[in-house]
């Protein structure tokens, strides 16, 4: 499996505050190696889900122009703590991971 | 305006030499110069540098801060930190506290070698003292990711340098005349820029006030790449096209002592993002 | 045809595709399918055609979505943007940097109490407008915010 991501989850009143911070290189595919002069092949996260409490949440598709080691922020409204936050996603070479934590 | 400022500091380099006014008089004449001059700042918020100048730059800085996208890199340097040595022992034996809240204790100036010691230096000793082989102080895969991490066990330290006795006085007495030398093509000193033209931008960038220069690295460009103080000289001089120090240079050294003890007071905060 | 591609079929260009499969049965949550990115999308040239693309042509403008950004980017590689939408029903937001060589970003789908809020980091190849698109009861809404990005001078 890929690096392992950092999630943060916390009730704020009802709703729980989610953050998570991807480990992932995000290769645009527009650049070039100054010592080879070959251009470096795209490498990025195409897909991300988020289930919370066995309920998806969240469902994402990304281009190369998220920031390298994504952070993506959300809301989920009803969420309890304790529930568990699973996120997964795929890049465009098919790599994967999933992480999960339980909200605070 | 703006001579004016460098001249009066430059007399009083020439008065503190003179009549030994000394470190601690330098260091409360530049704190009322940025009062007077940023009276916005408080002084505590010195350590972020041109971004307690502009709204717009602190909220980036405070929103990536909220979950760094180069946390993994400190991570990596928190496994260095805790790796024994192969004698058994780690890196926090060599240090009081077990490394916690000594960072801003650096750079100190040894009166046995007569030189001034800074916080890489130390660990440099105790990778010797242990039996391992010491790292390069400008590389970034090893004392850079390493510092990243160790520094930061002294986040919120007031720096606390201390300047006693002769040799220690001469090294920051050194390191103040580079501050304050022009050089380079361009034939600038760093006060040119960070004192006299604090505030103002070059091109689209702000310039940063000298107080609270030394208290915030490694830094992490967009995020990522990793800066130390001495490459962040290196960088300078090279910007005003002059040519740079080494690494661990004399002449680099004296200046991070002087830096430092000028920020006695303020909190260290290690690992942060800049642009 | 199996069931699983007719319901990938009827949901081309939705990001929300996954979230459907799973509704109904197809999926289980945690399995996501790589072959349904919307590369028609992504690798559009311009701001409307990745617009066409996400099924946002003639979104109308909205004030109810609120685009945190700064005025000017500490550095291209990496610009906050928090978008919090205060259309009911919201369903998907969308972010677009107009001047990057491919306009579209990121395409959020969200459901189960997820709220119209999104916070993210993107890259942005020059001064742009960065676009939001947001959906909410079938229909699309828009949002712009310019983002300055300069060379700097020294710093960085």
Redesign the interface.
């Known amino acids: 499996m890929a690096e392992p991501m950092k999630i943060r989850a916390q009730m704020q009143g009802d709703t729980a505050d989610i953050k998570v911070l991807m480990n992932h290189i995000m290769e645009t595919g527009l650049r070039k190696d100054a010592k080879t002069g070959q251009m470096i092949p795209a490498h990025f996260i195409q897909q991300v889900n988020v289930t919370v409490g066995g309920k998806v949440v969240l469902d994402a598709q990304w281009g190369y122009a998220v920031a390298k080691n994504p952070f993506l922020g959300f809301k989920v409204k009803g969420a309890k703590a304790g529930d568990k936050v699973v996120v997964n996603w795929v890049d465009n070479k098919g790599d994967k991971r999933t992480d999960e934590a339980a909200i605070s | 305006m703006k001579k004016i400022a460098l001249a009066l500091l430059s007399a009083g380099l020439m008065m503190s030499a003179a009549a030994q006014a000394g470190p601690e008089e330098d260091r409360k004449q530049l704190i009322d110069f940025y009062k007077s001059k940023l009276p916005t700042v408080k002084f505590d918020d010195m350590i972020y540098g041109?971004l307690a100048l502009d709204k717009?730059?602190k909220?980036?800085?405070d929103?990536?801060m909220?979950?760094?996208?180069?946390?993994?890199v400190v991570d990596a340097g928190k496994q260095m930190w805790e790796k024994p040595f192969k004698n058994g022992k780690t890196f926090a034996s060599c240090f009081p506290n077990g490394g916690k809240n000594v960072a801003g204790n650096y750079p100190i100036f040894d009166d046995k070698s007569n030189k001034v010691v800074t916080f890489e230096m130390a660990i440099n000793q105790c990778l010797r003292d242990n039996g391992e082989e010491e790292f390069k102080l400008g590389t970034v895969n090893t004392m850079g990711i390493l510092t990243a991490y160790a520094r930061t066990l002294s986040d919120g330290m007031k720096m606390n340098v201390k300047v006693q006795g002769d040799g220690a006085l001469a090294a920051y007495e050194l390191g103040k005349r580079h501050y304050f030398q022009r050089r380079g093509q361009l034939n600038f000193a760093c006060a040119t820029?960070h004192v006299d033209n604090v505030g103002n931008?070059?091109?689209?960038?702000v310039?940063s006030p000298a107080l609270g220069q030394a208290t915030h690295w490694p830094v992490f460009?967009?995020?990522?790449n990793l800066v130390t103080l001495q490459t962040r000289f290196r960088q300078?001089n090279s910007?005003v096209r002059a040519v740079p120090f080494d690494f661990g240079s004399e002449e680099y050294n004296n200046l991070e002592y002087y830096m430092s003890y000028r920020d006695n007071g303020l909190p260290l905060k290690a690992s942060v993002?800049?642009? | 045809m199996n069931q699983l591609r007719r319901t990938f079929l009827k949901g081309t260009g939705a990001a929300g595709t996954v979230a459907l499969a799973i509704a109904a049965g197809l999926l289980k949550p945690g399995q996501v399918l790589a072959a349904e990115w919307n590369k028609n999308a992504f690798e559009a040239k311009t701001p409307a055609d990745a617009m066409k693309g996400i099924g946002a042509a003639g979104a109308a403008k909205s004030a109810d979505i609120m685009i945190k950004a700064p005025d000017i980017a500490e550095n291209g590689a990496v610009v906050p943007v928090e978008v919090t939408s205060k259309i009911p029903g919201t369903t998907e937001i969308a972010i677009l940097s107009e001047q990057n060589v491919n306009p579209l970003i990121a395409e959020f789908t969200l459901s189960n109490g997820a709220e119209g809020y999104v916070s993210t980091r993107i890259k942005m190849a020059k001064t742009s407008n960065v676009t939001v698109v947001v959906k909410a009861g079938g229909k699309t809404y828009m949002a712009s915010k310019e983002v300055k990005v300069t060379i700097g001078g020294c710093g960085g």
């Open positions: 041109a717009d730059s909220s980036q800085y929103s990536i909220e979950f760094p996208p180069f946390e993994t820029c931008r070059v091109r689209a960038e310039i460009r967009a995020g990522e300078c910007q993002f800049r642009k």
